[in-house]
C-alpha cells in the first residue's frame, strides 16, 4: 500500500517561513520524481516545485528564489523550504510521487499566511 504523508504546514506571518515534509511508504522512493502541489478552493491545482531521481529540480515562477525542494532516499522524504512567505501562498499543499504513469497523491497539510 502506497502512502505520502505531508506534515509542517501551519499558521505563519507574512514574511516568515516553513518547511513541509512528505514521508513515503509503499513505493522506491528513490526512482520517484516527487513534486510539491498547492491548490485554492475553487482553483485548479498548481505545480509549486519538482525534484528528478536525479536531483534536478524545478520551481513556478511565483515561489521560484524563496523555496527550495529537496529529497533524502534514506528517509524516504521531501521537503520543501519554503521563505519570505507572502498571504497568495496560502493553499493546500499535496505532495505526489511519479513514475511513468504512475501518480501518487498525499492527503494535502494547509498553509495559512496571515497576520
Known amino acids: 500500500q502506497v502512502r505520502l504523508v505531508e506534515s509542517g504546514g501551519g499558521l505563519v506571518l507574512p514574511g516568515g517561513s516553513l518547511r513541509l515534509s512528505c514521508a513515503s511508504s509503499?513505493?522506491?522512493?528513490?526512482?520517484?520524481?516527487m513534486g510539491w502541489y498547492r491548490q485554492i478552493p475553487g482553483k485548479q491545482r498548481e505545480l509549486v516545485a519538482i525534484i528528478t531521481s536525479d536531483g534536478s529540480t524545478n520551481y513556478a515562477d511565483s515561489v521560484k528564489g524563496r523555496s527550495t525542494i529537496s529529497r533524502e532516499n534514506a528517509k524516504n522524504t521531501v521537503y520543501l523550504q519554503m521563505n519570505s512567505l507572502k498571504p497568495e501562498d496560502t493553499a493546500v499543499y499535496f505532495c505526489?510521487?511519479?513514475?511513468?504513469?504512475?501518480?501518487?497523491w498525499g492527503q494535502g497539510t494547509q498553509v495559512t499566511v496571515s497576520s
Open positions: 509503499g513505493i522506491t522512493f528513490s526512482r520517484y520524481t
Open positions: 505526489k510521487a511519479s513514475l511513468g504513469f504512475v501518480d501518487y
